[in-house]
């Protein structure tokens, strides 16, 4: 801690450290209510694309978190903001429900291939198209890269193995654009008036959520819920700042220890 600013920011992950599809993490509403009470900002970051945002913050509601959609800094945004820059027509390999977010995007004969969480869509029709088109030279853009996500029926595949499926018979690297890339932060930061060395990221993925964060300056309190697993702490170097059971814990060791 030495040499660290005063805290004005905290980073909150969604799937896995509030709530896993539609149960909330036991005692984290009123979590969330505690951290609120203190002087320092709240915002919200997910690697989420089996949604749009407007749908996971409907999702929020009903499990009465008090989050509004202005403090929600998704994948799906930083991807947007990505292909309006560079200006190119993806081939979007996602769910349907997130294909809101992309919305007035020009998606005719694509330039370009984005893949986030898609398993109506992972086949090998799709891939293919994805495939030729790489080989193209269309850029590959990964929404994320996450390994495995948490359901209510255990761990799951996530969009990681697909993009380095096609990384690898493309001989190519793909753009990664969400959690634990360092721009991701800074941008979930943006409007907080703080720089990362005021900042602490919760979360219950070591490798995306904590590393990502540490690496970009912050705090990072792992929690052991959603898709962590025992042993996580030693996946990453340097260790999670702090370790704890779950999302409340964490709030009150900022409330308690870093205020």
């Known amino acids: 801690m030495a040499g660290r600013r005063t805290l004005k920011a905290v980073l909150v992950d969604l799937s896995g450290t509030l709530h896993i599809e539609d149960s909330a993490v036991q005692g ?3 979590a969330l209510k505690r951290l609120r009470s203190a002087p ?6 997910t690697n989420t694309t089996k949604e749009c945002k407007r749908d996971l913050l409907k999702r929020l509601k ?5 989050i509004q ?9 930083a991807a947007r903001n990505l292909l309006e820059e560079k200006r190119v027509r993806p081939l979007l390999l996602m769910e349907d429900s ?8 020009d998606t005719s004969d694509p330039n370009a291939v984005v893949i986030g969480l898609a398993p109506e869509h992972f086949n090998y029709q799709m891939m293919n198209k994805a495939f030729h088109l790489i080989l193209d030279g ?5 929404v994320h890269k996450a390994r495995y996500y948490k359901r209510k029926d255990g761990l799951a595949l996530g969009p990681g193995p697909f993009v380095t499926g096609l990384e690898y018979a493309t001989d190519t690297q793909a753009t990664v654009v969400g959690k634990p890339e360092r721009t991701f932060f800074l941008e979930a930061l943006r409007g907080t008036s703080c720089v990362p060395e005021e900042a602490v990221m919760i979360g219950d993925d070591c490798r995306d959520d904590i590393g990502g964060a540490q690496n970009a300056g912050m705090l990072g309190v792992l929690v052991k819920t959603g898709k962590y697993r025992p042993g996580d ?7 999670p700042y702090l370790t704890c059971e779950s999302f409340p814990q964490a709030v ?4 308690h220890h870093l205020l």
């Open 138 to 142: 269309a850029p590959l853009i990964a």
């Open 98 to 105: 997130a294909l809101q977010d992309f919305g007035g995007l």
């Open 69 to 77: 959609e202005d403090e929600i800094f998704t994948s799906l945004t």
């Open 233 to 239: 702490e030693a996946k990453i170097n340097p260790p």
């Open 252 to 255: 009150d060791h900022i409330l």
């Open 62 to 66: 009903k499990l009465d978190f008090d």
């Open 28 to 30: 984290a509403q009123e």
């Open 40 to 45: 320092v900002a709240v915002r919200f970051v």
